[in-house]
């Protein structure tokens, strides 16, 4: 049975300060693995998805890499801001529709 | 085009009514899905819709919760006699492909709901 876990549950920095979210799931028989961003009573916005074949994937300050063989995923955010402060999800896709979530990380960059 | 929307965005409801929740995917996206993320917890697989397949209902908690997909597009999560352990966000998402590498999903703002 797949399982996802995000560590740590909880992440306090301040501002400009470079960090690593961490995902990590038991079995490596994904499709792809995707980071969501849900900010407090909205719904997730995607961030990054990295599909099976890649290694990582890049969009502005974010970086998300995958490695299937030991299932980890990690999350890196550069120069954080304030505005980056919000729970930080990873979802692994098993094949077809199956999708399973991480508890989150939720995060708060102090200005 | 405009996003993944759901209506109401909160529901505060008593116990023993029946409620109905809506989605309304991206355009085009032929797969969609329903979650709950109760208070402190992940999210949690509740039924998908693919195209005009039945639908896979194998996360459905109980006989009380049903839903239905018209058209291939809008969706309607229905609860019956709601009880106080139903009180989640209610969270709708579609995607363009339904399987494979590359089925991102995209998630609506969601539908809280509250039983008293």
């Known amino acids: 049975k797949q399982e996802v876990t995000q560590i740590p549950a909880a992440l306090s920095v301040p501002e400009g300060e470079n960090l690593v979210l961490n995902c990590s799931f038991t079995d490596s028989a994904i499709y792809n693995l995707q980071w969501f961003r849900q900010d407090p009573g909205k719904g997730l916005t995607s961030l990054l998805l990295i599909q099976s074949s890649q290694r990582e994937q890049t969009s502005g300050r974010l970086n998300a890499s995958l490695d299937k063989s030991s299932g980890r995923s990690t999350l890196y955010i550069a120069a954080s801001q304030p505005g980056d402060s919000a729970t930080y999800l990873c979802?692994?896709?098993?094949?077809?529709?199956?999708?399973?979530f991480g508890a989150g990380t939720r995060l708060f960059v102090k200005a | 085009g405009a996003g993944v929307s759901q209506s109401p965005s909160n529901k505060v409801t008593e116990k023993g009514k029946d409620v109905e929740l809506r989605c309304d995917p991206i355009s085009g996206h032929t797969a969609l899905y329903w979650y709950r993320q109760s208070l402190g917890q992940g999210l949690e697989f509740l039924i998908y819709f693919q195209g005009n397949s039945a639908p896979d209902k194998s996360g459905l908690p109980s006989d009380r919760f049903s839903a239905e997909r018209t058209g291939g597009s809008v969706s309607t999560l229905t609860i019956q006699r709601t009880q106080q352990e139903d009180s989640a966000v209610y969270l709708c998402?579609?995607?363009?492909?339904?399987?494979?590498?590359?089925?991102?999903?995209?998630f609506g703002p969601g539908t809280r709901l509250t039983v008293l």
């Open positions: 979802a692994v896709n098993t094949g077809g529709f199956k999708t399973i």
């Open positions: 998402a579609s995607s363009l492909v339904p399987a494979g590498d590359y089925n991102e999903q995209f």
